[in-house]
Nanobody
Framework: QVQLVESGGGLVQAGGSLRLSCAAS????????MGWFRQGPGKEREFVAG????????DYAASVKGRFTISRDNAKNTVYLQMSSLKPEDTAVYYC????????????????????WGQGTQVTVSS
C-alpha cells in the first residue's frame, strides 16, 4: 500500500508556472506507475499526465501537451508535475495517483486503472 501527499498548488497569473510534487510513502514506490489528474469546477476528473514505472515513458492530455512535464525520482519517492504557460482553464484540484504494475513501460490513462489517490492540491490561474 502507498500513501500519496500532493503539494505545490496555489494561485498564479495566466502565463505563469507551478511545480506540483507528490510524495509517496513506503519502500516500493518504484513498483508503481504514476499519474496526475485534475478536476475543475463542475467538471469530471480527467487525466493530465502519466509516467511509467521505469524507462521514463510519459504521455499527456492534448490540452496540456507542450506545457506540462511529468517526472519522477524513485530515490525520493516523488513524482512531479511542472506546469508552464498556465491558463485560467487549468484551474482545478490536481490529484496524483498510483497503480502497482509489473510492466515497467506501461502507461495508464483511466481513473479506474489507479488504485491509490492523494487528497489533491488546488491550482488557481487568474486571468
Amino acid at each position: 500500500q502507498v500513501q500519496l501527499v500532493e503539494s505545490g498548488g496555489g494561485l498564479v497569473q495566466a502565463g505563469g508556472s507551478l511545480r506540483l510534487s507528490c510524495a509517496a510513502s513506503g519502500r516500493t514506490f518504484s513498483s508503481y506507475a504514476m499519474g496526475w489528474f485534475r478536476q475543475g469546477p463542475g467538471k469530471e476528473r480527467e487525466f493530465v499526465a502519466g509516467i511509467s514505472q521505469f524507462f521514463g515513458r510519459t504521455d499527456y492530455a492534448a490540452s496540456v501537451k507542450g506545457r506540462f512535464t511529468i517526472s519522477r525520482d524513485n530515490a525520493k519517492n516523488t513524482v512531479y508535475l511542472q506546469m508552464s504557460s498556465l491558463k485560467p482553464e487549468d484551474t482545478a484540484v490536481y490529484y496524483c495517483a498510483a497503480v502497482p504494475t509489473d510492466d515497467a513501460k506501461r502507461l495508464y490513462y483511466t481513473l479506474r486503472s489507479y488504485r491509490y489517490w492523494g487528497q489533491g492540491t488546488q491550482v488557481t490561474v487568474s486571468s
